[in-house]
Every structure is written in C-alpha cells, then in structure tokens.
C-alpha cells in the first residue's frame, strides 16, 4: 500500500501492484478459476465436463445468460446466431483495401472495430435486448470474419455460411470451400471430426476471467464505447506471444527442436535464461497447477491426429518435451505446467489452419466470454469508467530554462 496523501493531496492508500498479480479488477459471475487447484468452471460447470457433453453454441448461451439452454431456447439462440453471421457488403470493402500479407490480427483488430459503424449500441444499462443483440451479432460473425482474413491472404472470394451446418462447420466450411471447385473436404467423416474437435477448442477458450484481451475489453468498454470498439481493443491485447500468440511460438519451438533427442539441450537453455528463451506454452499467471484445458487438449490431439491418420512429429518432440519439464526441479520450483496453448497449435495443423491464423482462432473462441464481460459491466449496478493510478518516478516540478 502506497501512501498518496502527500502525493496528491488526497487522503488515503493504493495499492502497487505491477502486473496485476494480486488485484481484482471487478466482481464476477461468469468464470472461476482455482489456479492452485486447476480448475476452471463457467457459470459454475467444470469446462472438461461442458467440453465433453455441450458444443460451442450451448456454451455461449450458458455464459450469456447465467444457465444452459432449454431445446426450445436453444433452437432460438441457433437462429438467431444464423440470422447474423452474414457481414454487409460494404464490409467485404475493408477486406479488398487490405494488403493480403497484413497479419491477420491487423485485418481483424480492424475489421471488428469496424462493425462499431454500422451497429451503434444503446449504453443504457437496462437496454438489456440491446446489449443481447450486439452480443448475439458480435458471436455470430466471427467465423465469417475469420474465414474472409483467411481467404483475403489466399485472394479468394467470399463464401457464405449455411443454415445446415453447425457454428464449427460452417467456420471451416467458409475457410477452405473453394466455389468453383468442390467444397472442404471432401471426405464427410473427416469434415465432421474436424469441426468436432474446433468445437471443442472454441468452448475450451470461450471464456478465462479478468485476462490481459478481457481486461482490456473491460477497460475500454469502461468509457461507454461501442461494444464493437471494445471487443476490437480485446484483440489488439490478445495478439502477442505472451497471450494469445503462444501456440503460435509453441510451433516454432518445436519445429526449432527438431527432434525428441533435441530436447534435453533446449530444456538446459532455458533453465540458464539462455538468450531469452522460455518454454513456450508453459507457465500461467493463475495456474499454479496443470490446466485442466491444456489437460483436455493432451487426449484430443492424439486422438484427432490418429483420427486423421496424421504422424506429426511435434507431437513426439512436445510430449517429450512436457515429460523432461515436469521432473525437473526448475520448473517443480517455479510450478510452470503446460497452458492452454501447448498442445492446440499442433491440433489446429493437424485440422489445416495455418499457423498465422492460430491467434485468429484464439480470438474468435474468446469473443463470446468478451463480450459477456461486456455485458455484465454495463448492467452491473453503479458501473464507473476504470481509472487506475499510478507512482510517479519523474522530475519533480520545475521552471522551464
Ligand atoms: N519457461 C521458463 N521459465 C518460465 C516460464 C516458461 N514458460 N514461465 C515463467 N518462467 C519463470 C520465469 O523465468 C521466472 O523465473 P525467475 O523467478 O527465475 O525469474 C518465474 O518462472 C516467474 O515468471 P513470470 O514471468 O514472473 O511469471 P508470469 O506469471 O508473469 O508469466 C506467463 C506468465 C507470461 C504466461 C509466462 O509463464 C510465460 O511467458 N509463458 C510462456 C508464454 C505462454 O505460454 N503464454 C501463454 C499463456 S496462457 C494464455 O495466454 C492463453
């Protein structure tokens, strides 16, 4: 606690607490988390248990709305997420102005910043059938948005979703159908498995508490900006290595490693802080404990691999990779275990997402629990803008030479 009575004239204490390693930035009903533990439930629901019997649609409306759908409700929510997910044409514009090698974060930070345009929302913290409705739209054009930065860097056009295939399929389905060709894949079982196991991965990242991209949702939303803006800000945050880019540096570690008998050496460098170098999808802020997504993720990739009929090596070198880093007293010391990003990158391969659209996939999974986040601040009762503080360490006032 820092005294700023005779810092600002104001009586009272803050706390100091670089990296918000210690401060709840608001209260919550969405998501827990027991780091020590590792445990993650939303709406109360243990994620390993939802992942296995719910799909991502389910889940949403579960976050959206505090309980799991009723079959009618969810026929609902289905239609009226398929009743979105088009984007307007005029949309499609920001695309063609875009460069096709723009990183695909760039291309979404701006698409989505983009719908705040043409979809002004009420803040009136009781207009809840407003707020539902921009949550409603925002979930529902991701996978379009996604696909369109996917085929943007391809040059290909635009394919439209269908009202026979679930949130998942209709994702990979917009991604990889080639019109004029046939449509992705053509093997039916293998489409399906694919979508299943994105499904998963989307309900796996649905939501995570008061992270840096949902944080950052939290803060710009905090001014009463458009959702859309705000959602945008959310992506920009989630975009680095440190977060939500981390499968993507999983990949390129592994593939740096080369081989299983690599892996002791890479293991000794990073122990020595050798050149910067950490075990990339290790460690957490809040799990001090395996996460339980990353453990879901350890089964599913083998199994979509095998499903698949796909030997990838990485999967080897990561498995060895986790074996070395679990017995080792650096990692015991620290409770560094694999995160949600250890595993997946090599499931996404495997399913054929390319690696520059790893975090794009993070981003269209986590819109949901941000926009939820959204929501549950704007109609929390005595709802303020966040305005932390700070201890100046600069030159006192001074005359001007
Ligand atoms: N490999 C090696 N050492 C590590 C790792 C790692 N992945 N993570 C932390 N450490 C070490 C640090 O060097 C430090 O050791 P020291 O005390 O000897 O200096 C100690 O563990 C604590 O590290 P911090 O950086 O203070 O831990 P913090 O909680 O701030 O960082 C983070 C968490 C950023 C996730 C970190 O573990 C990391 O960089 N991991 C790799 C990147 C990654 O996988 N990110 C994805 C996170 S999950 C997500 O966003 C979905």
Request: glycine letters at 6%; a neutral charge.
């Amino acid at each position: 606690f820092i005294d700023i009575g005779t810092l600002n004239k104001q009586a009272g204490v803050y706390t100091y607490d670089p990296g918000f390693q210690c401060t709840a930035s608001c209260s919550s009903a969405i998501t827990f988390i027991d780091g020590d533990k590792g445990q993650c439930n939303y709406r109360g629901y243990p994620v390993d248990q939802i992942a296995q019997s719910s799909n991502f649609l389910e889940v949403s409306y579960l976050l959206l709305n505090g309980e799991m759908p009723t079959p009618e409700e969810m026929q609902e929510f289905d239609s009226e997420i398929k009743q979105h997910m088009i984007i307007k044409t005029k949309m499609l514009s920001f695309f063609n102005s875009m460069p096709s090698a723009a990183h695909p974060m760039a291309q979404m930070t701006s698409v989505v910043a983009g719908l705040s345009a043409f979809y002004p929302v009420s803040l009136d913290p009781k207009d809840h059938k407003q707020h539902m409705e921009a949550a409603i739209r925002m979930v529902a054009k991701m996978p379009m948005i996604s696909a369109l930065i996917y085929r943007n860097s391809l040059g290909l056009p635009a394919v439209y979703p269908r009202s026979d295939f679930t949130y998942a399929e209709n994702l990979l389905y917009m991604m990889f159908s080639n019109p004029t060709h046939t449509t992705f894949p053509q093997n039916e079982k293998v489409f399906k498995a694919a979508a299943k196991a994105i499904d998963v991965f989307l309900i796996l990242h649905a939501d995570h508490e008061q992270n840096a991209s949902t944080s950052t949702v939290r803060i710009a939303g905090s001014s009463q900006a458009n959702p859309y803006a705000a959602v945008s800000a959310g992506i920009a945050s989630l975009w680095g290595p440190a977060h939500g880019g981390a499968n993507e540096a999983v990949i390129q570690m592994l593939e740096e490693i080369g081989t299983k008998e690599n892996v002791a050496e890479f293991v000794r460098k990073v122990k020595n802080k050798e050149a910067g170098v950490r075990l990339m999808g290790f460690g957490h802020r809040v799990y001090k404990n395996y996460d339980p997504r990353a453990k879901y993720f350890k089964t599913l990739v083998g199994e979509v691999l095998d499903g698949m009929d796909i030997q990838d090596p990485k999967l080897e070198v990561a498995r060895e990779l986790e074996r070395i880093a679990l017995e080792d007293e650096y990692f015991i010391k620290r409770k560094l275990y694999p995160n949600v990003d250890f595993y997946t990158g090599i499931m996404l391969r495997a399913i054929g997402i390319p690696t520059s659209m790893f975090t794009v996939m993070f981003a269209l999974a986590r819109t949901v629990g941000w926009i939820t986040q959204w929501k549950e601040m704007v109609e929390e009762k005595g709802f303020r803008i966040s305005r932390p503080r700070q201890i100046y360490i600069g030159a006192p006032e001074r005359k001007l030479p």
